[in-house]
């Protein structure tokens, strides 16, 4: 039997992952380009950078700025294998690396209390294989939420629960490839990770344009989607201003794009009046993705997707036939935010981060008053401007007082044509309470 | 951009499942072999056949023997879709479609009680993205628990946590596709999913031979895998006899093929010295995989693997980079099993389903005594042979009288040579304590 170019990339893909798996390509490697492998190989191109894309997403490679596929350096990659990874070392004192929220702030006894009403009030069958929407508790709690908090038009029927934003875009990339969508827009500077779902799906990603007012979000003509952080940009910081909203859903209602709108920490805005979700400007042309990861805590698994009525259908095809997400934690996440637990827990969170990252602001004017903070006021992470070429001096010395940080030119799309001064970006909203002040004090002895 | 063969494959599926949405394509109609489809539209064979799985896959398509490739009738799919579907018109009595447990006896105070020690004792870590293999709490407690229930052997590291045996399957397809596998061996008759899943993976299944005896387990030379339910053959009811569980790993060992042993009922033995999984034979080419599905309830999404040393890896790398699955649920699981209260638990199932299965067969005994209950005394469902010719009208009398039962035919592999004679497939696992004796006399009016 002839194998399929499926078969083809798996074979590739595999072939790949066992040489840095055996170490004969070692993290940092510089990999050719997928066209010239591809032709060394005898392959079809499409074929070959799928299987990049499929490594990316995996996070074994890395596309890189200027320097093209690179094997992926463990210890800068996604951030819960970079801290397991480190934790044999015990060598790392202080995580700073963007991506995850204060874990000892998970409200234990409230959520223990509301996982007490929801096993109480369940309805016998919520046990059973479920509504592969999700629990219609927990999409009517959403619909509800996601229109006050964040202005999000949209009904139970048309949420999707998910495994995270992840596994959202996973769903969303079979949607587009269903509909033979080929390019999707994205930010130039995002995370990898993202841009590795998409090329698993094979698309293509197109980065956008960059100026002092961030993202120009306008994707160019035939462009099928768009992939947008518009509430905190992750990682530059910045929110997309009110032109440039109507004007990429002006493009999607022009050309019969799709808008993805990823509400990266919308829930936490600081100093401004907090600004919608673009979802709710054209609930018709806009995927509205959202998660409790930053929230509450990545470990719950729990995400949620507000959808055009349009793609529903296709949406729950690509989720499966049976809901994979648990029950009792949908179940529990309805309560938690019908009882007002959630709205509760989101205001104290907002402060302590709110704290955090005034308290960072304050010790760079006094300590380090040449490094800039840019962004707004807003999420769980910051970015520091640094003097030109200084990056991978800082990230090392860093690295040798045990302080992890990330660099800003991991997230650049290797195609973009924008190249962002050196900085740092630091997530504030890692460390416990009791850690941060020193985690504060280990930076500033770095930059300052 | 030319379209790779998985884009074809992707229009092909969403081209064939909008015919069945939009009504062009309805309810029974027979599609023509993927080989004349496939030569009508000038796609590659191999290509149409993998749309046709992954059609069958997602519960669109139905492969049945004799009539080739059906549109679904939907009341006789996976068993939540067809409840889901059932509800709104409200003339459901009595369901007894296999594959679901008694969903009143969750053990909701005891796994509450569960679910408060584990979120105390929790480490903060455990909140945050996790080991792709799961929880190791979890994973230490079934390693001890499947040892002494079930004779696997296996260590924690060898243990993947999983949402399902159906997402078990999907990553040893990957596994399986990755190295290059073609073929998977299946017995006769089995869930139309499971093979729908090999198939998605683009992994022909052949049918096994089948005699009074059961499956005859030894796949013909060449074939890289073989999948079975050893413990309670799903549907027909057979335990594998001792000298083909030595056949099936001789074969294994010989050939490097790999045995899946899918212990479905595996925790459910009733009257007999309970058989132990097939992987304790052979635990460096068996995979074992289990499931909380049928002992305590489908909406938890847990099931676990253990696999070969040598397997682990590229099964890990194929769930994921994170662990896709709720944590607490697994951490609750791991405080459930070391506390005891799942043994308890097993207790107490096994002697309802026991009860269950003993009254039916004395209601049979008085009532329809030409009816033969076949398959060892396990599990949650039984198999009751019919006249020849007869199943179809039992089923349409059945369903006129709001009773859900399977029929035996619709577990048949399409190219199976080996056909059962009619039979019923009981679930007498899905009804309450309450609505049993009801729901068994309403299936003695049909077949007395």
Redesign the interface.
């Known amino acids: 039997?002839?194998?399929?170019?499926?078969?083809v990339?798996?074979?590739l893909?595999?072939a790949l992952?066992e040489a840095v798996?055996s170490g004969r390509l070692t993290p940092g490697t510089r990999l050719p380009s997928s066209r010239r492998l591809a032709a060394e190989l005898g392959v079809?191109r499409?074929?070959m950078a799928?299987a990049y894309g499929d490594l990316v997403a995996?996070?074994w490679l890395t596309a890189r700025a200027g320097s093209g596929t690179l094997v992926t350096d463990t210890m800068l990659t996604?951030?819960?294998?970079a801290?397991?990874a480190a934790e044999p070392s015990g060598e790392l004192r202080y995580d700073l690396i963007p991506g995850?929220p204060d874990?000892?702030a998970?409200p234990?006894a409230a959520?223990?209390k509301a996982?007490?009403r929801a096993?109480?009030a369940?309805p016998?069958?919520?046990?059973?294989?479920?509504?592969p929407r999700g629990r219609s508790e927990l999409r009517a709690a959403l619909a509800d939420h996601l229109a006050q908090a964040r202005g999000v038009h949209t009904s139970p029927d048309h949420i999707l629960i998910c495994?995270?934003v992840?596994?959202g875009l996973q769903i969303l990339g079979?949607v587009l490839?269903?509909?033979?969508a080929?390019s999707v827009a994205v930010e130039p500077y995002a995370p990898d990770?993202y841009r590795g779902l998409l090329a698993a799906a094979?698309l293509?990603t197109l980065p956008l344009p960059w100026d002092p007012h961030g993202t120009d979000p306008v994707p160019p003509e035939g462009t099928d989607a768009v992939l947008l952080t518009p509430a905190h940009q992750f990682p530059l910081g910045t929110t997309l201003q009110r032109d440039r909203r109507t004007a990429v859903v002006d493009w999607a209602r022009r050309t019969g794009g799709l808008v993805l709108d990823d509400d990266y920490d919308g829930e936490f805005q600081f100093d401004h009046q907090s600004v919608g979700a673009l979802q709710g400007l054209a609930p018709d042309c806009v995927v509205y993705l959202g998660t409790a990861s930053n929230t509450l805590?990545?470990?719950?698994?729990?995400a949620w997707m507000a959808l055009p009525p349009a793609l529903a259908?296709?949406a729950v095809?690509a989720k499966?036939?049976?809901?994979?997400?648990?029950?009792?934690?949908q179940l529990t996440m309805a309560e938690f935010i019908t009882s007002g637990a959630y709205g509760r827990h989101l205001r104290a969170a907002r402060r302590r981060y709110r704290d955090r990252r005034d308290s960072l602001v304050t010790a760079l004017a006094r300590h380090a008053p040449k490094v800039q903070v840019t962004g707004t006021s807003a999420g769980l992470h910051t970015v520091l401007s640094l003097p030109s070429g200084a990056e991978q001096g800082v990230l090392q010395s860093a690295a040798r007082q045990g302080l992890r940080v990330a660099g800003l030119s991991r997230y650049r799309h290797a195609r973009s044509r924008h190249a962002m001064p050196d900085a740092l970006v630091v997530g504030y909203g890692t460390p416990?309470d009791a850690v941060w002040p020193q985690a504060l004090s280990a930076l500033m002895g770095i930059l300052s």
């Open positions: 039997m002839k194998r399929a170019g499926r078969g990339r798996r074979a893909t595999e992952r798996r079809a499409n074929t799928a995996e996070g996604w951030p819960a294998l801290r397991a995850s874990l000892t998970f234990r959520w223990l996982t007490r096993l109480t369940a016998d069958d919520a046990f059973g294989y479920g509504d495994a995270g992840s596994h079979e490839a269903g509909r033979r080929r990770r094979s293509e805590a990545p470990g719950l698994r729990l259908e296709e095809a499966g036939q049976i809901d994979s997400c648990e029950v009792l934690s416990s």
